[in-house]
């Protein structure tokens, strides 16, 4: 006789078949959804398989679509490991957007020296655009989630009033858009910029810094538990600053790399929902900043698959269900990565069961 | 994930700030010298189609239900698979100013698309596709750039707002007209700045409020915008939104109004006066079977009044003789008249368009400030 | 006592009634088989140390638990209560000591909040003309307009109470109603208990503090163990005979002191010592005070005291984990520097009272958390970096003396034993404790083998020459283990007695706020002056 037993920890093998399981059943759900809807759900899998993962472009895409993301989901990732919740990294895009368009369109060189600039204007601003929910967080306690929110909407209208006001382009006459920043992040493979493998090495970097040092065992225990972390004499709200700083100069990245690496232009509405898509990714990566980068992959491939299913006459609101069906089904696949079979032992079980403890 | 700016409150977080001004707004991407056609060699024609092995796609810039702009649009869209049966055609609605903009017109690409067609300008996002795509015909509605497979049309509904104007100038008792804007943007100055001088050629005491709602669609805010202009005294609505919101207010203020887009006349009978009306059926089938059989260039290209625009005919209220009057400057234009000629001055006193010149479509439709009389706008 | 207690005639019916009263928790019990008579017109006090049952036998009595066995019996008639509400309407009231009272809403507001009689039709005029004739009924003044937010704590007990009576009650409990009063507070508090019980109305007053109970209480009910251990006349009660009911006689004296012969001896010089130390709470106000207090190495020094005399406040003074407002703390006779990571670092360790929530991180794994204390140095810390390596070698060793079974390191914490993961704590603590350690509560929630555990890793810290700090509310423990025993009681330190010879009686009205005799105690000034 066997049953299911709930046990404390979930091995990660468990935890990859289930959630493997998570994103099959989903795929079938879909498909069983569109068939009901009149459409032939192989076709479309075809297709989706061939246009996002069959074909140099849908290749391009997904790695044009992970760089933002792996960097907004890193900046969510570590604001969760000391137990916050960066929900503006949408603001902070903009902001490193802004700033590194700043350089970009003001200071003239080589973009081998413009990019670097212009990479450390866009961390300064992210910073600087988290700076006021950090202190209000560390020093009054102020909910972070709150604050955050609500400076997506000012950063998305400064940038707004930026290019439609002093920084528009009188070049070319461009609406609620810069001038075409030349200073750009060299393309590797098609349209792929070095952003690419940029985002993946922050993401392992980010990894490094908070598994390996002890910056980063401060940050997890007090994440883990503020508690402890008072009775160790760590200094908290310092730790709390400088994640949340790390956290919107990440995010900041994400979107240098946008208007340097993809579309060359600091324009309103480009951050494309990639900051609030960011927690979408942290919540699916649970924590590990090294699982940031297959869950930018899921999430890229979905969007990717939105875009394909658009051209197939489907909602754009698709994309929505299943992303949102892809997180319920996840995380119920990671609730049943807990339970083992146990074999109800018989009394002459005993020293299995003693041996197995 | 929806991709695009939604416009739709139901969205929640995901929503942000709706900063997506819409369709013929963005317009990045060009320099001037690209408004006209390339003179001095012949441009590339692309090889000719079998039309069962077509497909034609379109890009929206908003949902085909939106019953103005989009609406028209799909009209034109119908026209085509009316004519070709054979040819497949898709569209994608909402297609967001970013990035994913460039990702869905690559997928036209990719899944064969031999001429896609977007609605609404998308400036660097189109162009870059067609840069890599040389095969593909693109179009783009109030675009700027003309490169060998990458083309722009607009329709020249200036026109259509100077007759309107001038019955607005010739019905009005308390001269001042009023106009529910949305962005201070060339297609909008153009709309404005035309039904004024409409309006001012046989009233010159003709004065015009603008307002600015910011949205295409926001019938509460347009409500709003309508409700102080009539309070103000103007006794002519006139604007550019995708709904019939101010047309409801002048029917309840017992004031007139002008639409744009599709005719609007049932929402509000008594008050209707006349609209822009926007046909693009018969451009589309000709630019389809021109890419069909080989014969399509790369040009950007006026729809003309009485070709894809026109007043819609005049409501059941206006006056038969200001009716005439109005429709006798339309014969004029269609004709071949241009009505928009100096002396012009803008709304800070300077003359910008000297007596002896006209301002030509290409002028128009970069026009940037207002006509002396004009209030509200930028 | 200013007035003698209402005379009751012997076949008067009591207004509540316990008989048998029990109620088990799992693995507690709480209250046992408890006899209470509450007569119309007395003052009746409800005296026992923390635990001892009094608030669990208090929530069966308003209605929010009920009994497992026994009988309520309200004016004769048996009741069974299905909710607080059914106590109300009986005529049963309680002022908890944390007020339940909403901090936004103004006085008049909160005190109509879930009333059947608040009117329909709620304006704030209403409301507040409502509050002021029920203030003057009951002769307890109230500001209806204030927000409770504003008020001070003897402010809104008044409000508390006016709720209380407002809903007709005819018994009144208190739950340490004085703890949060300044003593005028205290003194108008009294008084209108007084009225009320002149009126024929009863009150049941909880409370430790032996002068209280002896200045306002008609009778005297010590709850010892979850039992009634007698109810007494107050008259006929002394504060020393109250104390030794309070504590009880079933203490078991043992000699757990005994050292190894390679033990090294008391220090010459404290290892941590308190200076005219006091510390101030977030409210402001001195919680800890006048603490002049000496820890030597090679030494186990007890810490008696009802919950919430100072324990937790002396207890960061001493881990650096509170900075002191008053006085100083000194180690090695060298001014402490300021943190508890530098407390650590100069050899203190600490086991907190509540270990899950404070000493770990539940969810991490245990080599995380067995690196607590390490990480800054060679070889899990330093440069910056964070060795996992290190620290799981570090964690093998911590769980190999601990002698703890576990499934593996990354198992989080939390799915260890209540005494598995205390032996962790204390095993790490120990590991860094070279000077002192400081140990809050160690066997609560302890089975007995874990706690003899943790006295043997006490004595053989003793015995290395380490200075062990014992906070408990287990005074067989401190007994029996500690040195000395240095007594608190409202936030001050009210003697230190060598523990041999500590008498039972004299601990327990030290905890009740009495000073004992002279003779009997060997004053902590005088600790300190001797090696000054």
Redesign the interface.
């Known amino acids: 006789m066997a049953h299911w037993q709930r046990f404390p920890t979930a091995p990660a093998h468990l935890v990859f078949l289930w959630r493997m399981a998570a994103v099959l059943t989903t795929a079938v759900i879909t498909a069983i959804a569109l068939a009901i809807s009149g459409r032939n759900p192989f076709e479309l899998a075809e297709l989706v398989g061939r246009s996002a993962i069959g074909s140099r472009f849908g290749l391009e895409d997904l790695a044009l679509f992970m760089t933002p993301l792996i960097l907004t989901g890193s900046a969510v990732t570590i604001t969760r490991r000391i137990g916050l919740w960066n929900i503006g990294a949408e603001g902070q895009f903009y902001l490193g957007a802004a700033g590194a368009a700043a350089v970009g369109l003001y200071v003239p060189g080589p973009s081998l020296l413009v990019v670097p600039l212009m990479a450390i204007a866009a961390m300064l601003c992210g910073m600087a655009w988290i700076l006021i929910p950090t202190l209000a967080r560390a020093y009054a306690a102020v909910s972070e989630i709150i604050t955050t929110l609500l400076l997506n909407f000012v950063a998305a209208l400064l940038v707004y009033w930026l290019v439609t006001g002093p920084w528009r382009d009188r070049v070319t006459g461009a609406l609620v858009s810069t001038q075409h920043i030349h200073a750009a992040i060299p393309e590797m493979w098609g349209v792929v910029h070095y952003g690419f493998p940029a985002a993946l090495l922050v993401a392992c970097g980010v990894s490094v810094l908070l598994g390996r040092t002890s910056w980063g065992y401060e940050v997890r225990i007090s994440g883990a538990n503020p508690g402890a972390a008072e009775y160790a004499g760590m200094p908290m709200r310092r730790r709390i600053i400088s994640v949340m700083l790390l956290s919107g100069a990440l995010a900041a990245l994400a979107g240098m790399f946008e208007v340097a690496g993809t579309v060359h232009r600091l324009q309103g509405g480009m951050a494309n929902n990639f900051g609030y898509l960011g927690i979408v990714v942290a919540v699916l990566a649970r924590g590990s900043c090294l699982a940031v980068i297959p869950a930018a992959l899921l999430m890229a491939f979905i969007l990717d698959a939105g875009i394909v299913m658009q051209t197939q006459q489907l909602a754009a609101t698709t994309v929505l269900a299943i992303t949102g069906l892809v997180l319920m089904l996840i995380a119920a696949g990671d609730e049943l990565a807990h339970y083992r079979p146990v074999r109800t032992t018989p009394p002459a079980g005993t020293i299995e069961r003693n041996v197995s403890a | 994930?929806?991709?695009?700016?939604p416009v739709s409150k139901e969205?929640g977080?995901?929503s942000?700030?709706d900063?997506?001004?819409g369709r013929r707004?963005?317009?990045?991407?060009?320099?001037?010298g690209l408004l006209l056609p390339r003179t001095g060699r012949a441009a590339a024609r692309l090889a000719p189609v079998a039309e069962e092995d077509a497909l034609i796609?379109f890009g929206h810039t908003g949902p085909v239900t939106d019953g103005g702009w989009t609406t028209a649009h799909d009209l034109g869209v119908q026209a085509v698979r009316r004519t070709f049966p054979k040819l497949r055609s898709?569209?994608?609605?909402?297609i967001?100013?970013?990035?994913?903009a460039t990702?869905?017109f690559?997928?036209?690409?990719?899944?064969g698309a031999q001429m896609v067609i977007c609605t609404s300008g998308y400036?660097?996002f189109i162009k870059d596709v067609a840069d890599r795509a040389p095969d593909v015909a693109f179009m783009e509605c109030n675009g700027?750039a003309v490169t060998d497979n990458l083309a722009w049309y607009y329709i020249t509904h200036w026109y259509a707002s100077y007759v309107i104007g001038m019955v607005a100038g010739l019905i009005t008792k308390t001269n001042r007209l009023g106009f529910v804007g949305t962005f201070p943007?060339p297609s909008v100055y153009a709309s404005v700045n035309a039904t004024l001088l409409g309006a001012q050629s046989v009233n010159p005491a003709c004065t015009m409020q603008s307002i600015a709602i910011n949205s295409w669609f926001d019938p509460q805010a347009a409500t709003q915008a309508a409700l102080a202009l009539a309070d103000s005294g103007c006794d002519f609505l006139c604007g550019i939104t995708d709904e019939p919101a101010y047309l409801r207010v002048a029917e309840q203020r017992g004031i007139k109004a002008a639409m744009w887009n599709l005719s609007m006349r049932a929402f509000g009978p008594k008050a209707y006066v006349s609209g822009v009306v926007l046909d693009f059926s018969h451009f589309y089938v000709e630019q389809v079977r021109a890419r069909l059989a080989g014969t399509w260039t790369a040009r950007p290209q006026f729809l003309t009044l009485g070709h894809g625009v026109d007043r819609d005919p005049w409501g059941e209220t206006v006056p038969r003789e200001a009716a005439a009057r109005a429709d006798e400057m339309r014969d004029r234009i269609l004709a071949g008249y241009n009505p928009f000629r100096g002396p012009i001055y803008d709304n800070s006193g300077k003359l910008r368009v000297p007596s002896g010149q006209v301002m030509t479509d290409f002028d128009i439709y970069?026009w940037d400030w207002g006509v002396r009389g004009m209030t509200g706008l930028g | 006592m200013d007035s003698a207690p209402h005379q009751t005639a012997a076949g008067e019916i009591p207004v509540l009634r316990l008989a048998g009263i029990s109620k088990y928790f799992p693995g507690v019990i709480a209250n046992e088989a408890v006899d209470l008579d509450v007569r119309p017109g007395e003052i009746l006090a409800l005296l026992g140390e923390n635990g001892a049952g009094k608030s669990t036998l208090m929530n069966v009595v308003t209605g929010i638990y009920r009994p497992d066995a026994g009988e309520i019996i309200v004016d004769g008639y048996g009741v069974s209560f299905a909710t607080p509400h059914d106590a109300i309407r009986s005529g049963i009231g309680m002022v908890h000591q944390h007020f339940k009272l909403v901090p936004a809403f103004t006085v008049a507001e909160n005190i109509h909040l879930g009333w059947d009689e608040t009117p329909r039709r709620i304006t704030r005029d209403i409301l507040e003309t409502r509050t002021k004739a029920l203030s003057e009924q009951f002769g307890i003044p109230v500001r209806p307009s204030a927000t409770v937010a504003d008020l001070s704590a003897g402010e809104q007990q008044k409000v508390e109470i006016l709720r209380v009576l407002s809903r007709k009650a005819r018994l009144l409990i208190l739950d340490e109603p004085t703890a949060v009063l300044t003593p005028d507070e205290a003194r108008d508090l009294f008084r209108a208990l007084r009225a009320f019980r002149e009126k024929g109305n009863a009150v049941i007053i909880i409370s430790h503090k032996l002068d209280e109970v002896m200045d306002i209480s008609d009778r005297v009910s010590v709850l010892r163990g979850g039992r009634n251990a007698g109810t007494f006349e107050t008259r006929d009660c002394s504060p020393p005979m109250l104390a030794a009911t309070m504590v009880g006689r079933e203490i078991v004296r043992r000699d757990l002191r005994a050292r190894r012969p390679d033990a090294k001896p008391v220090s010459e010089n404290p290892v941590i010592s308190l200076v005219n130390a006091g510390v101030r709470d977030s409210r402001g106000v001195m919680s800890l005070r006048d603490v002049t207090l000496a820890l030597h190495g090679g030494e186990i020094l007890g810490v008696a005291g009802v919950a919430g005399s100072g324990q937790k406040e002396l207890t960061g003074l001493l881990t650096g984990l509170c900075t002191p407002a008053q006085g100083e703390v000194l180690i090695d006779g060298q001014k402490a520097p300021a943190g508890a990571a530098a407390f650590a670092e100069a050899g203190i360790g600490h086991i907190p009272q509540d270990r899950l929530h404070s000493a770990l991180a539940p969810s991490l794994g245990i080599a995380d958390n067995m690196a607590l204390r390490e990480y800054r140095q060679a070889p899990v810390g330093g440069d910056g970096m964070y060795r996992s390596d290190e620290a799981a070698d570090l964690a093998k060793e911590i769980v190999e003396v601990a002698d703890v079974k576990i499934p593996d390191l990354a198992t989080p914490i939390r799915n260890l034993s209540g005494g598995n993961q205390q032996r962790l704590v204390a095993r790490r603590e120990i590991r860094i404790a070279q000077k002192a350690l400081v140990a809050a509560y160690p066997g609560r929630g302890l089975d007995i083998g874990a706690v003899a555990t943790m006295h043997r890793y006490f004595s053989e810290l003793r015995d290395a020459g380490a200075g062990v700090v014992v906070i408990s509310e287990d005074l067989e423990e401190l007994l029996n283990l500690s040195d000395r025993i240095a007594v608190l009681c409202a936030g001050r330190l009210m003697a230190v007695l060598p523990a041999q010879s500590a008498d039972i009686d004299t601990i327990g009205m030290l905890m009740g706020g009495r000073t004992a005799p002279d003779d009997a105690t060997d004053h902590a000034a005088d600790h300190q002056a001797g090696e000054g």
Do not use: C, H, W
């Not at chain 2, 967001?96 to 994913?100: E, F, T, W």
């Not at chain 2, 690559?106 to 899944?111: D, G, I, P, W």
């Open positions: 994930m929806q991709r695009r700016k969205n977080i995901f942000g700030t900063l997506r001004i707004l963005f317009t990045a991407g060009a320099a001037s796609a898709v569209y994608v609605e909402s967001p100013y970013s990035a994913d990702r869905i690559r997928q036209f690409v990719a899944e400036g660097d700027l943007i970069r």
